[in-house]
């Protein structure tokens, strides 16, 4: 059965400081992995995808996400974080799309 | 992106009662919609797959028989709770899948039984 783990449940950051969220994936088939964000009061938005192609895939609000398939590791990037960053993360996996536990970001600014 | 709509977005209702939510795909034809569930501080549930056309795929535990789905058009789906109890009460959220494979969400219904 597929599944997607996210490590880190809580995660607080001081404005300006880079963020990487982590995101394993166990599944069989064809690979399609995305990044949704859920900001408060809000519904989930998609940040980025990745189907095929190049591995390091790039997303709106500076966000990006690198696909690497020996460690089925997808996970999310950006370099420096803003107080509207804070919101909760998912990853998510598969057609059917199988999510994570989900990462909540606290950016103080 | 593309927009998926969901009515109600909040809704009360008394024990035994039964309540239906709708989801709509309002800038594209979804042959897939998928229902979710989210508990509080949790992450979402796939309930069912609802395709277009055929009966809805439902995830091991969710009973098909309390949790009925309509999907009878390219851009509608609907969630039908049926003799809703106190337990039912969450967070429903739907999804639309595009041509491209991608999901997009609606705003998701909350719902409160009493």
């Known amino acids: 059965a597929q599944s997607v783990s996210q490590h880190n449940h809580h995660v607080i950051l001081s404005e300006a400081a880079s963020l990487e969220l982590g995101c394993n994936y166990s599944?069989?088939?064809?690979?399609?992995l995305f990044w949704y964000v859920q900001y408060p009061g809000q519904h989930l938005q998609l940040l980025l995808k990745?189907?095929?192609?190049?591995?390091l895939v790039k997303g709106i609000k500076g966000f990006e996400a690198e696909f690497i398939k020996s460690k089925f590791s997808f996970n999310l990037r950006k370099p420096s974080v803003q107080w509207s960053d804070t919101a909760e993360y998912f990853c998510?996996?598969?057609?059917?799309?199988?999510f994570g536990g989900g990462t909540r970001l606290m950016v103080k600014p | 992106g593309a927009v998926v709509s969901q009515h109600p977005s909040w809704v009360i209702c008394k024990s035994g009662t039964s309540v239906k939510i709708e989801c709509r795909s309002l800038?594209?034809?979804?042959?897939?919609m998928f229902w979710y569930r989210q508990f509080p501080k949790q992450s979402l549930m796939l309930m069912a797959t609802?395709?277009?056309?055929?009966?809805?795929?439902?995830e091991q535990g969710v009973e098909k028989d309390k949790f009925l789905i309509n999907h009878a058009s390219l851009t509608l789906s609907t969630l039908t709770v049926t003799s809703a109890h106190p337990e039912d009460s969450s967070f429903y959220i739907c999804?639309?899948?595009?041509?491209?494979?991608?999901?997009?969400f609606g705003p998701g219904t909350r719902l409160l039984v009493l």
């Open positions: 990745y189907f095929s192609g190049d591995p």
């Open positions: 609802s395709n277009e056309g055929s009966k809805a795929t439902y």
């Open positions: 800038d594209f034809q979804a042959t897939t």
């Open positions: 599944y069989g088939g064809t690979v399609n």
């Open positions: 998510a996996a598969g057609n059917m799309l199988t």
């Open positions: 999804s639309a899948r595009d041509p491209g494979e991608t999901q997009y």
